[in-house]
């Protein structure tokens, strides 16, 4: 059933992913963004935006309003989601992308603040009411969900590779590395933080860390659960991300042909989700795409008997967009309950 008004979105943490889902919801036709809360001053935060969409004349700042062909967002300078009036600006969800927030006392503020429904952009700490990987497991969403979260890019990306490989092969278990551009809360130069590697230059080192996938892909796909060992390597790159995905597959007479057919097969399965890349593409040739996951073509190597390597590329444009399809979905059993 097709909605009647524009989805109402408020968005805490006007970062990367913020200004990201701030422009797809302007390109979009269905979602507008009504309240933008953030720490950072409305003219800083304006500034930003302009200097990295592609028509920065098409968003203007008048007063404290962000202000664009479809919709006018008031920008509030605030910083605990209790404070934020959410209530006032008729919100249909809260996008919380401040990465500061991920606990469900603070997914409740937001709730408590008047928003319906809050959307978180990374992985929670503790228990909320569903984590939705677009592409995987929207069937569990119910319109009872009030806490939700999109999982992470990372995890999002290993999540569906995997479903879409043990779709046709039996996977025995696996390691994945993210080679991941380095994020906001990496220091420039070296400064000391609560972790000893996260305390290095980001523009000068390759960055081992923990990655935290491992803990969940088991919540999405019962069947890998204590399979799959994942960690990631911060390296001193702006945007563009790599999933280095080892496999030990029961059935040797798997090939890397048969792996590529398969990817083939997802791509066309999850439009706009999964893509094949068959030129041989780096990491720069991956900005701007709104995918989750682009399977490298080339990457596919076969080791021994039954070791294959894969290779896949993501950026957080794709999570942003994956972020308003949840919205989306939500939106959507809201309207089919409204119905019934
Ligand atoms: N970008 C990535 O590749 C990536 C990867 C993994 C995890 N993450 C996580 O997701 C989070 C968001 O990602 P991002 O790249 O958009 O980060 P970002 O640092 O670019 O944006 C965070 C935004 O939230 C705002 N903010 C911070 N604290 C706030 C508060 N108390 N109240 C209101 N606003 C606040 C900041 O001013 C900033 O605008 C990060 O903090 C990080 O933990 C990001």
Redesign the pocket.
């Known amino acids: 059933m097709s909605r009647q008004r524009p989805i109402r979105v408020g968005i805490?943490?006007?970062?990367?992913?913020?200004?990201?889902i701030y422009e797809l919801a302007a390109m979009s036709e269905d979602v507008e963004i009504v309240a933008v809360?953030?720490?950072?001053r409305p003219h800083i935060?304006h500034y930003?935006l302009r200097s990295e969409v592609e028509q920065p004349e098409k968003f203007r700042l008048e007063g404290n309003f962000l202000v664009t062909d479809r919709f006018r967002s008031r920008l509030v300078e605030?910083?605990?989601?209790a404070e934020m009036p959410w209530d006032v600006f008729g919100v249909d969800a809260v996008i919380d992308?401040?990465?500061?927030?991920?606990d469900s006392q603070s997914m409740g503020d937001h709730l408590a603040s008047g928003a319906p429904r809050v959307i978180l952009?990374?992985l929670p700490t503790d228990d909320i009411d569903r984590i939705i990987i677009p592409g995987l497991n929207e069937a569990s969403a119910s319109a009872d969900d009030r806490m939700i979260s999109a999982g992470?890019?990372?995890t999002g990306a290993l999540a569906l590779l995997l479903d879409s490989l043990a779709e046709q092969f039996e996977i025995v278990c696996g390691n994945m590395t993210t080679v991941?551009?380095?994020?906001?809360?990496q220091a420039l130069q070296d400064y000391a933080g609560s972790d000893y590697r996260r305390s290095r230059s980001a523009a000068k080192n390759i960055i081992p860390n923990n990655h935290e996938a491992s803990d969940w892909i088991g919540y999405f796909l019962p069947q890998f659960e204590g399979k799959i060992l994942t960690s990631a390597l911060n390296v001193p790159v702006q945007?563009g991300?790599l999933l280095d995905v080892n496999l030990v597959m029961a059935d040797s007479a798997v090939d890397a042909e048969a792996i590529n057919a398969a990817m083939c097969k997802a791509a066309q399965d999850h439009p706009g989700i999964i893509g094949v890349a068959e030129d041989p593409i780096v990491s720069s040739d991956v900005i701007g795409s709104p995918l989750s996951l682009l399977f490298d073509l080339k990457g596919t190597i076969k080791a021994g008997q039954n070791t294959i390597k894969t290779l896949s590329w993501y950026?957080?444009r794709g999570?942003a967009a994956r972020l308003l399809d949840v919205v989306r979905l939500y939106d959507s059993l809201d309207s089919r309950k409204e119905v019934a």
Not at 97 to 102: E, I, L, V, Y
Not at 180 to 185: I, K, L, N, Q
């Open positions: 805490m943490g006007f970062g990367q992913t913020g200004r990201q809360a953030d720490i950072g935060l930003l605030i910083d605990r989601p992308s401040t990465g500061k927030f991920r952009r990374t992470s890019a990372t991941h551009a380095y994020t906001s809360d945007e991300c950026e957080t999570h």
